[in-house]
């Protein structure tokens, strides 16, 4: 099983709102609670890129692509990170992973299978 699990994408229409979870079913709280962790995406053909990103102190930060639109939060106790998307553009469309990662914004796990978004009318 993976570390990480992510889940909620979907077929929505531009303008529309997704929220996306990630959890690690595995994963103690001394273990989650300290993580730095972000949402990716990637797009075939593509490198996978950092969307949003959130400390351990649920500081945030966001890419300037989705910054306005998408919310990232944490719940230490769930051991649960989610992304709310919203006004969502055919641009966004890409497969979605979660993931902790290190103080040189290196990938800590193993990555997940992802969820797949498409932004489409």
């Known amino acids: 099983q993976a570390q990480l699990v992510e889940s909620g994408g979907g077929l929505v229409q531009p303008g529309g709102s997704l929220r996306l979870s990630c959890v690690a079913p595995?994963?103690?709280?001394?273990?989650?609670?300290?993580?730095?962790m972000g949402w990716y995406r990637q797009v075939p053909g593509k490198e996978r890129e950092l969307v949003a990103s959130i400390n351990p102190g649920s500081g945030t930060n966001y890419a300037d692509a989705v910054k306005g639109r998408f919310t990232i939060s944490r719940n230490n106790s769930r051991k649960t990170v989610w992304l709310q998307m919203t006004n969502l553009k055919p641009d966004d469309t890409a497969t979605y992973y979660c993931?902790?990662?290190?103080?040189?914004?290196?990938?800590?796990?193993?990555w997940g299978q992802g969820t797949q978004v498409t932004v489409s009318s």
């Open positions: 993931n902790a990662f290190d103080t040189a914004k290196q990938p800590r796990y193993n």
């Open positions: 595995r994963m103690i709280f001394s273990v989650f609670s300290p993580l730095h």
